[in-house]
């Protein structure tokens, strides 16, 4: 299946915490939108990598999505070289997506900086004929690049090169969010407290959404940064702030 847009990231979780609303707009335009996860975050303190497969394919139904699949890499010891690269090159020229979403660049758990560059890498080899790679069916696939590719804004915040109003995608975004029972805030879990699982870190997902969408005057913002300055059909593709 052709996707619009295909989200690629390390964690379950990852894409719900930096890009559900994104993609749950998308989808709501009736538009082919799908995820990619790297690993089953099987190395999270809490939970399992069963588990938060299925919490995932919970977060899916929420957002609308068309396909999740997941690449089956290694938690924590991933690599970007070249077989990780093949790998993922094979689902980009499964899904050809115009637009791919990837992980931040750089950010507090190492994983994510490092799958950030090794799916900008993939997206663009996969564009090159010459490499070549099988599918399900041992069929040759065809090169394909995605026309761009966009890192979300995740642990740490940085300046975005573009934000997109999420505002009337937030709460549903929250409920994709809260589908990874195993991770987040929840007083009668007794496995350790995490970094994720203190009940302020939701709160700082809505704050910090908050204060992107302060930046372009509305309710709630997601931020990315572009690796190509994006272009807009005419200054009538902006959003105006609602108040003056
Ligand atoms: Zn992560």
Same mark, same amino acid.
């Given at each position: 299946m052709k996707l619009h847009i295909l989200a690629i990231a390390v964690h379950p979780d990852d894409i719900e915490l930096?890009?559900?609303?994104t993609l749950i707009k998308h989808a $709501? !335009?009736?538009?082919?939108v799908g995820i990619v996860d790297l690993t089953q975050g099987e190395l999270g303190t809490r939970g399992s990598g069963p588990l938060r497969l299925q919490e995932a394919q919970n977060a899916a139904e929420v957002m609308?999505? !068309?396909?999740r699949d997941n690449a089956g890499m290694e938690d924590g010891f991933f690599v970007n070289d070249k077989a990780h690269q093949l $790998?993922?090159?094979t689902y980009i020229r499964k899904y050809q997506p115009e637009i791919v979403i990837a992980n931040a660049l750089a950010d507090r758990h190492p994983d994510h900086g490092r799958a950030g560059k090794l799916i900008s890498d993939a997206c663009f080899l996969s564009g090159l004929r010459k490499i070549e790679t099988l599918d399900g069916n041992g069929e040759q696939q065809m090169a394909w690049r995605p026309k761009r590719v966009f890192h979300m804004l995740q642990? $740490? /915040?940085a300046e975005p090169t573009i934000i997109i109003d999420i505002s009337?995608? /937030?709460d549903e975004k929250m409920e994709a969010i809260k589908c990874y029972k195993s991770q987040f805030h929840d007083p009668s879990n007794?496995?350790?407290l995490t970094y994720i699982a203190t009940d302020g870190f939701l709160k700082n997902i809505e704050y910090r959404d908050s204060l992107l969408g302060k930046r372009i005057g509305v309710k709630y913002g997601e931020g990315y940064i572009c690796e190509n300055i994006p272009g807009?059909?005419?200054f009538d593709s902006l959003l105006y702030p609602q108040m003056a």
């Open positions: 930096g890009c559900a609303g $709501r !335009k009736g538009q082919n609308g999505l !068309k396909v $790998r993922l090159i642990d $740490r /915040f009337d995608c /937030f007794n496995e350790p807009i059909d005419s």
